[in-house]
C-alpha cells in the first residue's frame, strides 16, 4: 500500500482484528450512517439482486451503526459465517484467513460528512451495507469461504493478482442476471450512491457475460466508475466455474505477461 491507511492499527491482534468499541461512536456518526443508508435504501428495491434484498429485511442495520457481536451470532446461525471488526484494509495473508475460516472483516470507523459520496477506500457503511447482507446467503457465503482457500493458495503460487482481480469483478463490482433484467450483487455498487444506478441503466460501461481468463486478464480502476461489468447467471454459477483448479490459469497467464514483456517495442 503505497499512501499511508486511516485506521488505527496500533491496537490490532496478530490476525488484525480489533475491538469494535461500539460506544465509542459519536451520535453525529450514527446520524451520518444513518444518511446513507436512508440514501441507499431508496435504490435497492430497483437495482440490488434478490438475494441482498430478502438478506437486509432480517437485519437490524437501519437505525445506526450496528454493534458486529449482534449480527455476528445472526450470520452464523445462517451459514456459518462470522464478522470480525478490523482497523481498515488488512495483508492479503490475513484477509485470506479470514474469508477461509468463514470470518469476515469489517471495517471499524466510518467516513466523514464529505465524503458522504464518494470514499476510496472501505469503511463502516461500504462493508456493512455493501458485505454482510450476502453472507446470509448459502450459495454467496460457501463461495466466499472458497475464495478464501483460493487467496491462501495463490499466495503461495505467487498469483494473487490476477485472483484478486475476480475478487473485484465479483464481491466488489459484479452484477447479476435475474428475472428482473440486471441486478448488482457487488459491495462496491450497492453502497455507492451513484454507481448502483450507473451500472445497471448507464449505455455506457460494457457488460460481459462472466468468464474467468478474461476477467483475469482485465484490469482495474479504483477512483471512478467501473468501465466494465461481468455478469452472472447466479451464485451457483459463480461457484460452480471458480470450482476449477486455478493453477492451470495462473501458469496460462504468467507465460502470456512474459511473452508481452519480450515483444519489442513497436517502431514508430
Ligand atoms: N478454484 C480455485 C483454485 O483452485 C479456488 C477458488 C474458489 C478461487 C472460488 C476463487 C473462488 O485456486
Ligand atoms: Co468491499
Known amino acids: 500500500m503505497s499512501s499511508p491507511l486511516r485506521g ?18 459519536s451520535a453525529e456518526e450514527h446520524a451520518l450512517y444513518r444518511r446513507l443508508f436512508e440514501r441507499q435504501s431508496k ?11 430478502a438478506a437486509i429485511a432480517k437485519l437490524d442495520a ?12 445472526q ?11 478490523v482497523p481498515g484494509l488488512i495483508p492479503d495473508d490475513a484477509f485470506f484467513t479470514h474469508l477461509a475460516n468463514r470470518r469476515f472483516p469489517v ?20 462493508d456493512f451495507f455493501g458485505h454482510v447482507p450476502l453472507l446470509f446467503d448459502q450459495v454467496y457465503a460457501d463461495h466466499l469461504h472458497e475464495y478464501g482457500r483460493g487467496g491462501l493458495k495463490a499466495m503461495r503460487l505467487d498469483a494473487v493478482k490476477w ?14 442476471k435475474t428475472a428482473q433484467g440486471v441486478r448488482a450483487y457487488g459491495a462496491g455498487l450497492l453502497s455507492s450512491g451513484g454507481e448502483l444506478a450507473y451500472c445497471v441503466d ?49 501458469a496460462s497467464l504468467r507465460s502470456s ?4 514483456a519480450r515483444k519489442p517495442t513497436p517502431a514508430a
Do not use: N
Open 8 to 25: 488505527d492499527y496500533s491496537r490490532a491482534a496478530p490476525d488484525y482484528s480489533v475491538e469494535q468499541d461500539w460506544a465509542r461512536y
Open 75 to 85: 450470520v452464523k446461525k445462517a451459514t456459518g459465517w462470522g464478522i470480525v471488526a
Open 107 to 126: 471495517t471499524v470507523w466510518l467516513r466523514k460528512p464529505e465524503e458522504f459520496d464518494y470514499i476510496v477506500e472501505p469503511d463502516v457503511f461500504h
Open 43 to 53: 435504490l435497492v428495491p430497483k437495482y440490488a439482486c434478490p438475494e441482498w434484498i
Open 202 to 250: 448507464d449505455p455506457r460501461p460494457r457488460r460481459l457475460p462472466f468468464e474467468l481468463e478474461p476477467i483475469m486478464r482485465s484490469e482495474y480502476v479504483i477512483d471512478r466508475y467501473q468501465e466494465t461489468y461481468f455478469v452472472i447467471d447466479s451464485f451457483a454459477q459463480l461457484m460452480h466455474e471458480t470450482a476449477p483448479d486455478f493453477t492451470p490459469i495462473y
Open 163 to 176: 485472483l484478486a482481480r475476480l475478487y473485484w469483478y465479483t464481491i466488489e463490482f459484479g452484477l447479476m
Open 62 to 73: 437501519a437505525s445506526g451503526i450496528p454493534e458486529f457481536e449482534k449480527i455476528s451470532r
Open 257 to 260: 505477461a512474459a511473452t508481452a
